[in-house]
């Protein structure tokens, strides 16, 4: 079955960490770029975080830069998404995707749509509360 599953959301206290899996099955991620998106509730979906598999670059939304590392370990067919220092407003439902055309992590983080992507994850929801 060609699919991306995350794991790793859940309830985590403010300034705590959880690092987000997103393993693929049915296709192989070296040939993919690949990105994290977030949608919290009554907000619109927002690109976190996006690598290029074509120039490598490497996009992190503003509101998240020095406290998410997104990484991939293409041994595994699986990438993934370490948050640190967790706010209230991380708190949404996060999603992996992974597609084959987009040229820059940048490009590919401003385009939060999910049917516009070779392979979308279902999301896990992380909730960052006291």
């Known amino acids: 079955q060609v699919q991306l599953v995350e794991s790793g959301g859940g309830l985590v206290q403010p300034g705590g960490s959880l690092r987000l899996s997103c393993a693929a099955s049915?296709?192989?991620?070296?040939?993919?770029?690949i990105g994290w998106f977030r949608q919290a509730p009554g907000k619109e979906r927002e690109g976190v975080s996006c690598?290029?598999?074509?120039?490598?670059?490497?996009y992190y939304a503003a509101s998240v830069k020095g406290r998410f590392t997104i990484s991939r370990d293409n041994a595994k067919n699986i990438f993934y998404l370490q948050m640190n220092s967790l706010k209230p407003e991380d708190t949404a439902v996060y999603s992996c995707?992974?597609?084959?055309?987009?040229?820059?992590?940048?490009?590919?983080?401003?385009?939060?749509?999910?049917?516009?992507?070779?392979?979308w994850g279902q999301g896990t929801q992380v909730t960052v509360s006291s």
């Open positions: 690598v290029s598999v074509r120039d490598g670059s490497t």
């Open positions: 995707a992974a597609d084959s055309t987009y040229l820059t992590g940048v490009a590919m983080c401003a385009t939060p749509i999910a049917g516009l992507y070779d392979h």
């Open positions: 049915g296709f192989t991620l070296d040939t993919y770029s």
